[in-house]
């Protein structure tokens, strides 16, 4: 379990004794933060002119402004992170499904490869038959062009 922190900040010319398990830097920079809160409100005479039960409710008031634009802040960045997130789930589908389809393309692009083959030989084939049915026919000689073969009546 975490350590429990005493730390003495200075808000505002008095010091206070802060506790908690946040570090003691922390601690310090939240005094600073208050510190600086309070000084910017200095500034302004009308702050200046108001009891101190006004002003102190006046820094609250400027505390929970700070608050609540920087959780709307942080809410906007958490909403586009989500965002970020649905955009990067889809697209990593997308992916995924496009690289099924090209292992499938592949696939099929050999199956008609392996099948071009096959033709490409089964032409050949039929080639080099015909061909040799058409070297014998040629070479045959007319049935009455030979003088053996005839005979005289």
Known sequence: MATKNDTEVIINGKIYTLSGYESEEYLQKVASYINNKITVLKQDDGYR??????????????????????????????????SKDK???????????AQIK???????????????????KTIIRLETELAEKSKPASRKKPAN??????VNV
Do not use: P
Request: proline letters at 0%; charged letters at 40%; aromatic letters at 4%.
């Open 102 to 120: 090209n292992e499938s393309l592949e696939k099929e692009a050999d199956s008609l490869k392996e099948k071009v083959n096959e033709l490409e």
């Open 49 to 82: 002119r108001q009891s101190t039960d006004v002003q102190r409710t006046l820094l609250e008031l400027n505390i929970a402004d700070d608050y609540f634009k920087a959780k709307k802040q942080a809410d906007s960045i958490d909403n586009d992170l989500e």
């Open 87 to 97: 955009q990067l789930y889809d697209v990593k589908h997308e992916l995924i499904a």
């Open 145 to 150: 062009s030979s003088s053996e073969d005839s």
